[in-house]
């Protein structure tokens, strides 16, 4: 049988990010800020190599003098977020942010989001303090589907969604195929389902925004083929072990 991935670390050496990440310090280039920064240490000395190799179950490993403990339950949460709530850890001007929603829930764990809505965007994102599996859900190598109902201002014509699905130049990144579906064409907006195997910083606004459509609303109503159709807004819950195979294995980590 195969062996899961803290298994196969435990047996052997692994990167220092990967070690932070699987061990729920953050997606693994936030690992490798925390080393770029100077705050982790191996058997008390600074790491100063991202590609340092580290032995869990003999190194002794802190992070801004916090030993990391290994072994560390995995927990992976679904939240439907509101709008108005910021889909990072924390905020320096004390805005709400979806941490805050699911330490409110109960969940006081080491967690974080993967990937980001934004603040005027709502639907399902997944808090977890799983980084391995939190990396391969947002790297596009995985094409991880996310989708979204969107509502824009105009109305959408044949020819820019036959762009779009195709793949356009957004600023500094040009996007790849996706799939859009219209939905609902008012007098002067469109509502549309688009579904992407990427997520680029305000990929939908800024792909809307090329053909003059202003996005008014904006939701995520699946990831990975599931809708969580039962987490209504603003509820937070634990993935059913099922959820929770279905997404290991998209993430190619089952
Ligand atoms: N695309 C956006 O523009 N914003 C989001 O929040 C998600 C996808």
Redesign the pocket.
């Given at each position: 049988m195969r062996r899961s991935y803290t298994e196969d670390a435990m047996a052997s050496k692994v990167r220092i990010n990967r070690f932070l990440a699987a061990a729920g310090l953050g997606s693994r280039r936030k690992c490798e800020d925390l080393i770029r920064a100077g705050l982790v240490c191996v058997n008390g000395q600074k790491v100063d190599r991202l590609a340092r190799l580290v032995d869990p179950d003999n190194d002794v490993i802190t992070v801004d003098g916090e030993k990391i403990a290994w072994n560390q339950k995995k927990i992976i949460l679904v939240l439907n977020k509101p709008e108005g709530v910021l889909?990072t850890v924390s905020d320096s001007f004390n805005r709400k942010t979806v941490i805050d929603l699911a330490r409110e829930h109960g969940y006081t764990e080491r967690l974080f989001p993967v990937?980001?809505?934004?603040?005027?965007?709502s639907?399902i994102i997944i808090i977890t303090n799983d980084g391995e599996l939190a990396y391969r859900l947002m790297h596009p190598r995985f094409k991880i589907e996310?989708r979204?109902i969107?509502t824009v201002e105009g109305r959408v014509s044949q020819s820019t969604i036959d762009d779009l699905v195709t793949g356009v130049v957004a600023d500094d990144f040009v996007t790849q195929p996706c799939t859009i579906r219209v939905l609902k064409r008012g007098s002067d907006t469109t509502e549309l389902d688009i579904r992407?195997k990427e997520?680029?910083?305000?990929?939908?606004?800024?792909?809307?925004g090329l053909y003059g459509h202003t996005?008014v609303k904006?939701k995520?109503v699946a990831l990975g083929g599931m809708e969580f159709g039962d987490v209504e807004i603003g509820d937070i819950r634990p993935l059913t072990p099922a959820e929770e195979r279905h997404l290991r294995r998209l993430a190619k980590l089952a």
């Open positions: 889909s990937g980001r809505l934004d603040l005027d965007t639907g996310k979204y969107v992407l997520g680029m910083k305000r990929q939908i606004k800024r792909m809307f996005v904006l995520r």
